[in-house]
């Protein structure tokens, strides 16, 4: 017996081995814990990158004093300003013309678009996206002095949930939607977040 059972032992190592290996073979193709390399990190957050500039997003995301329109991002007629608080002149709000949704379609084109807390992010932290790289833009989305105090996870879910966001896959009549979908932002927030959210150089 002493000599049958460290035979039977070694079976029984290796058949485990195999089995192991085997399941090894599978992992990195089954497994959804596997981290994002950095590089794919940083070509997801293009994908963000991308929506952020969009101009349904970078109009109200700017370096100067008053929103930006349509797809050429011409200044906002009406003399429109932030204010001290980016909802406006304090005789000139935003919400005198922009409502909490679109007015119906059947208005036409050139009417104010509407979502819930239609502003400006205020002077002190304007939040901008125009005008910078993808490097830039990311270390600025992750600044919490600059965002809001957001950590990753607060910024996935303003992008994921936030009304003022959603609003830029419905704009509005005649106005063009974000052309990445929603989902593939979310998809890209993710792979993004779990490569450790790099940035570009
Ligand atoms: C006097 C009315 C009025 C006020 C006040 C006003 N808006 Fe507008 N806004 C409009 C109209 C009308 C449009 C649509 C222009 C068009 O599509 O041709 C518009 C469009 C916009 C757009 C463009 C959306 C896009 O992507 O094309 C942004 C951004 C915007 N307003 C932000 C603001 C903000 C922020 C405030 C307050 C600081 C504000 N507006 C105050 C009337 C107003
Ligand atoms: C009408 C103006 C407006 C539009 C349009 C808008 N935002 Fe914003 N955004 C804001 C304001 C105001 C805040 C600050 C909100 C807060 O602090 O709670 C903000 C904050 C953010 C933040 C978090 C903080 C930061 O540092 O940037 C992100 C991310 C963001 N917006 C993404 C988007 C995206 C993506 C779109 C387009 C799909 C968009 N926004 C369109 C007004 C706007």
């Given at each position: 017996m002493k000599t049958t059972r460290p035979t039977m032992y070694g079976r029984a190592a290796i058949s485990s081995a195999a089995v192991l290996a085997a399941l090894a073979a599978l992992l990195p193709a089954a497994s959804p814990a596997a981290a994002p390399s950095k590089e794919e990190g940083v070509a997801a957050f293009e994908t963000v990158r991308a929506v952020l500039q969009h101009p349904r997003c970078q109009n109200c995301h700017i370096p100067g004093d008053a929103p930006l329109q349509l797809d050429d991002g011409r200044p906002h007629t009406m003399g429109v300003v932030r204010g001290s608080d980016g909802k406006g002149a304090p005789g000139l709000p935003c919400a005198t013309c922009h409502g909490v949704t679109n007015p119906?379609?059947?208005?036409?084109?050139?009417v104010p678009p509407g979502a819930p807390t239609w502003h400006l992010p205020p002077p002190e932290r304007k939040m901008v996206f125009i005008g910078l790289s993808s490097g830039e833009v990311c270390r600025r989305l992750k600044d919490e002095k600059q965002n809001g105090g957001k950590n990753l996870d607060a910024l996935f879910h303003h992008m994921a949930e936030d009304k003022l966001v959603l609003w830029g896959w419905s704009p509005g009549a005649g106005r063009a939607p974000v052309p990445v979908p929603h989902d593939e932002l979310v998809a890209k927030l993710k792979q993004w977040i779990a490569a450790g959210a790099p940035c570009a150089p």
């Open positions: 119906p379609t059947s208005y036409g084109p050139h």
